[in-house]
């Protein structure tokens, strides 16, 4: 049993944003399941959006964020992010961050889908995620411990209060740490689905593990699909940065029609719900869509990641045309908290991709994600430097409600068959009767169980399984709920949104499960 003051679960923009405004203050222990550097995060190709141009304005900002999330926003939560980013942008700029800049010197701003403004920083063209982690990491070199390939598989909590995380790693051993408080920034959830940009590991163990240990979860029925993944072999082989298409990029058909012409004012640049629609729509037609990259000038040299994408996979740019197909992205809802990431459970906090602070609404806008890791990772960060509760004086271990779990466990799924559930029931578009099949098929496990019980006997590869049973029921279940279309949740039987549903939050909270297992019966 060790000791720190704070733990951070995760290793992202978020996780790292917050261990930097924290590490001078409180004494850090960085957990990633993986190594440091691999996350969603350094995946990042698009950029961060800010309102840093003399000719863009914060507000317009604001109503584009509103826009894309389909009215479904936090207004207040929206004007903190788009407020305070140039100014942590500025932060990191003066310590050593670079961004791309025009031959004058200035920053050069790119445009994304739902922007009306050019107002995209980019760092090494379609590498910005990858260019601010090794900024952070060497920023936080010797001043953090960063825990690497140990998988936290419980958050401790005793008396209402979280005092710390319990880990295992790849030899199975468990460990219990404890903190004065405990930062989640364990990422989304899109590795669920069959097609996704995300990182392996993003399968929705950060919203299971708060959901297990009572949190309240918001709309996790609102999942973005990123509109261009180079589809190679069968496969989603990686994503295509929508910075491309704000470069002049467009989607066409086999036969080189326009799919996006009349479809949206944005034509290529509208809202990624849109766009993804519009791409489905046509290969439920039988159509292959590509992205036209020949009015891209100079595309080998602005995007090397996706240069290097497509040489991996054999696949000629110099044809002008990407094949493409829509993959899982971006999670909007996720562990509930306040504009400090405070989540309903005291001593326990949340940021980016987990966390449901209501910036996102019903459906992120492009580039909107690494700042909301910055912002509200440094707005954590303050939270946890005024804690006043000091390390848990508990030096046993808490009691864990006990069942038969490796009974339980005898049955669990295949992985693939999680993802092709959630990418036939749960994806793009939605219906009550697939949104109800795939509910009964999730509450054939015995869900009371793995919530209620001590996961330490099992293994890591099986707890991952049972976290990504428990979230695929929390999106299917509150997309039954949900019954109007809006932004990343399309219901085919209901596709009009309900204005008198415009702040309307759908919060899960473990007291809600109430399922048995099909098998007993």
Same mark, same amino acid.
């Not at 958050?155 to 979280?162: N, T």
């Not at 910075?243 to 326009?258: I, K």
């Not at 428990?470 to 309900?498: C, K, M, N, V």
């Given at each position: 049993?060790?000791?720190?003051?704070?733990?951070?679960?995760?290793?992202? @923009?978020?996780?790292?944003?917050?261990?930097?405004?924290?590490?001078?203050?409180?004494?850090?222990?960085?957990?990633?399941?993986?190594?440091?550097?691999?996350?969603?995060?350094?995946?990042?190709? =698009?950029?961060?959006?800010?309102?840093?141009?003399?000719?863009?304005?914060?507000?317009? /900002?604001?109503? +584009?964020?509103?826009?894309?999330?389909?009215?479904?926003?936090?207004?207040?939560?929206?004007?903190?992010?788009?407020?305070?980013?140039?100014?942590?942008?500025?932060?990191?700029?003066?310590?050593?961050?670079?961004?791309?800049? &025009?031959?004058?010197?200035? $920053?050069?701003?790119?445009?994304? =889908?739902?922007?009306?403004?050019?107002?995209?920083?980019?760092?090494?063209?379609?590498?910005?995620?990858?260019?601010?982690?090794?900024?952070?990491?060497?920023?936080?070199?010797?001043?953090?411990?960063?825990?690497?390939?140990?998988?936290?598989?419980?958050?401790?909590?005793?008396?209402?209060?979280?005092?710390?995380?319990?880990?295992?790693?790849?030899?199975?051993?468990?460990?219990?740490?404890?903190?004065?408080?405990?930062?989640?920034?364990?990422?989304?959830?899109?590795?669920?689905?069959?097609?996704?940009?995300?990182?392996?590991?993003?399968?929705?163990?950060?919203?299971?593990?708060?959901?297990?240990?009572?949190?309240?979860?918001?709309?996790?029925?609102?999942?973005?699909?990123?509109?261009?993944?180079?589809?190679?072999?069968?496969?989603?082989?990686?994503?295509?940065?929508?910075?491309?298409?704000?470069?002049?990029?467009?989607?066409?058909?086999?036969?080189?029609?326009?799919?996006?012409?009349?479809? /949206?004012?944005?034509?290529?640049?509208?809202?990624?719900?849109?766009?993804?629609?519009?791409?489905?729509?046509?290969?439920?037609? =039988?159509?292959?869509?590509?992205?036209?990259?020949?009015?891209?000038?100079?595309?080998?040299?602005?995007?090397?990641?996706?240069? /290097?994408?497509?040489?991996?996979?054999?696949?000629?740019?110099?044809?002008?045309? $990407?094949?493409?197909?829509?993959?899982?992205?971006?999670?909007?809802?996720?562990?509930?908290? &306040?504009?400090?990431?405070?989540?309903?459970?005291?001593?326990?906090?949340?940021?980016?991709?987990?966390?449901?602070?209501?910036? /996102?609404?019903?459906?992120?806008?492009?580039? &909107?994600?690494?700042?909301?890791?910055?912002?509200?990772?440094?707005?954590?960060?303050?939270?946890?430097?005024?804690?006043?509760?000091?390390?848990?004086? $508990?030096?046993?271990?808490?009691?864990?409600?006990?069942?038969?779990?490796?009974?339980?466990?005898? &049955?669990?799924?295949?992985?693939?068959?999680?993802?092709?559930?959630?990418?036939?029931?749960?994806?793009?578009?939605?219906?009550?009767?697939?949104?109800?099949?795939?509910?009964?098929?999730?509450?054939?496990?015995?869900?009371?169980?793995?919530?209620?019980?001590?996961?330490?006997?099992?293994?890591?590869?099986?707890?991952?399984?049972?976290?990504?049973?428990?979230?695929?029921?929390?999106?299917?279940?509150?997309?039954?709920?949900?019954?109007?279309?809006?932004?990343?949740?399309?219901?085919? +039987?209901?596709?009009?949104?309900?204005?008198?549903?415009?702040?309307?939050?759908?919060?899960?909270?473990?007291?809600? $499960?109430? @399922?048995?297992?099909?098998?007993?019966?």
């Amino acid at each position: 049993m060790m000791e720190t003051e704070v733990i951070i679960v995760g290793s992202g @923009v978020a996780a790292l944003t917050t261990a930097y405004y924290l590490h001078e203050h409180k004494n850090v222990t960085i957990f990633t399941k993986t190594k440091k550097d691999e996350s969603n995060s350094r995946l990042a190709q =698009g950029g961060v959006a800010a309102s840093v141009s003399p000719e863009d304005d914060w507000r317009c /900002h604001v109503e +584009d964020t509103i826009a894309a999330g389909c009215q479904h926003n936090d207004e207040k939560a929206v004007e903190l992010l788009v407020r305070e980013g140039p100014k942590r942008i500025r932060e990191w700029m003066n310590a050593g961050l670079t961004f791309d800049v &025009n031959q004058d010197g200035s $920053l050069h701003l790119g445009q994304e =889908g739902g922007h009306r403004k050019r107002r995209i920083l980019h760092a090494g063209g379609d590498q910005t995620g990858r260019t601010i982690v090794s900024f952070l990491l060497e920023k936080l070199k010797g001043h953090v411990a960063i825990i690497e390939g140990e998988c936290v598989i419980e958050l401790i909590i005793q008396h209402g209060r979280c005092i710390g995380v319990k880990t295992k790693n790849p030899l199975g051993q468990t460990s219990c740490y404890y903190a004065g408080a405990v930062v989640l920034a364990a990422g989304g959830c899109a590795g669920m689905y069959a097609f996704s940009s995300n990182a392996a590991t993003a399968t929705g163990d950060g919203v299971a593990l708060a959901y297990r240990a009572g949190a309240v979860i918001a709309d996790v029925e609102f999942i973005q699909f990123h509109p261009t993944m180079l589809f190679a072999a069968g496969k989603a082989a990686g994503l295509i940065s929508e910075a491309v298409r704000g470069e002049g990029a467009v989607l066409v058909t086999e036969d080189g029609r326009r799919i996006m012409e009349h479809i /949206h004012p944005l034509q290529d640049l509208a809202p990624r719900d849109i766009v993804a629609r519009a791409i489905y729509d046509e290969m439920s037609k =039988g159509h292959h869509v590509y992205l036209d990259i020949s009015a891209v000038h100079r595309c080998h040299e602005r995007f090397p990641a996706l240069a /290097h994408l497509c040489a991996e996979h054999g696949i000629d740019m110099e044809t002008g045309r $990407l094949p493409i197909v829509p993959g899982a992205h971006f999670l909007m809802g996720g562990v509930f908290v &306040n504009d400090c990431g405070q989540t309903s459970i005291q001593g326990l906090y949340a940021v980016g991709e987990v966390a449901c602070t209501g910036v /996102h609404g019903a459906n992120r806008l492009a580039s &909107n994600s690494l700042l909301e890791g910055i912002v509200f990772g440094a707005r954590a960060a303050e939270a946890v430097r005024k804690e006043t509760a000091p390390p848990p004086r $508990l030096r046993k271990r808490p009691n864990d409600m006990q069942s038969d779990i490796k009974k339980a466990v005898r &049955n669990l799924p295949e992985i693939t068959a999680i993802q092709t559930i959630m990418s036939t029931y749960v994806g793009i578009v939605r219906d009550e009767q697939g949104l109800q099949y795939a509910k009964k098929w999730f509450e054939q496990f015995p869900l009371s169980a793995f919530v209620d019980s001590s996961l330490e006997d099992l293994s890591i590869e099986e707890i991952t399984v049972i976290h990504m049973l428990l979230a695929g029921w929390l999106i299917t279940t509150s997309a039954l709920q949900r019954t109007e279309s809006r932004g990343g949740h399309y219901r085919s +039987d209901y596709p009009f949104a309900r204005e008198q549903w415009k702040k309307r939050r759908i919060c899960r909270t473990k007291n809600e $499960l109430n @399922v048995t297992s099909m098998a007993e019966h």
